[in-house]
């Protein structure tokens, strides 16, 4: 049985900073594309950051690009947001999010649809 478990988020002040942690088990990122989704009471779910773990090419949405790095273990088993000048646009319900390889070649919105594999979530709240 697959399980994502999202840990590390909080409350912080803007300007502050936040790791995000996606540990799995019953699965390995090795070798396959994962991501970081965020979604605001009364918006849609949007991506925020994803991995194809082969080769570690990464992508951004436009509003963290600069600000949040994605990262993983060398064990393949936890992925990382490390988040940094947060804002309070920043605040939602952040979710990671893993599927075959070839979702990372779609952008955001295929990975969305197409991810088979969700984390429960963890809150970040950025205070003004």
């Known amino acids: 049985q697959v399980q994502l478990v999202e840990s590390g988020g909080g409350s912080v002040q803007a300007g502050g900073s936040l790791r995000l942690s996606c540990a799995a088990s019953g699965y390995t990122f090795n070798g396959n594309c994962m991501g970081w989704f965020r979604q605001a009471p009364g918006k849609e779910r949007e991506g925020v950051a994803a991995m194809r773990t082969a080769g570690g090419l990464t992508s951004y949405a436009g509003a963290v690009k600069g600000r949040f790095t994605i990262s993983q273990d060398n064990a393949g088993n936890t992925v990382y947001l490390q988040m940094n000048s947060l804002k309070p646009e920043d605040s939602a319900m952040y979710y990671c999010?893993?599927?075959?390889?070839?979702?990372?070649?779609?952008?955001?919105?295929?990975?969305?649809?197409?991810?088979?594999?969700w984390g429960q979530g963890t809150q970040v709240t950025v205070s003004s």
């Open positions: 999010a893993a599927g075959p390889s070839f979702f990372c070649a779609g952008g955001f919105g295929t990975m969305r649809s197409g991810f088979r594999y």
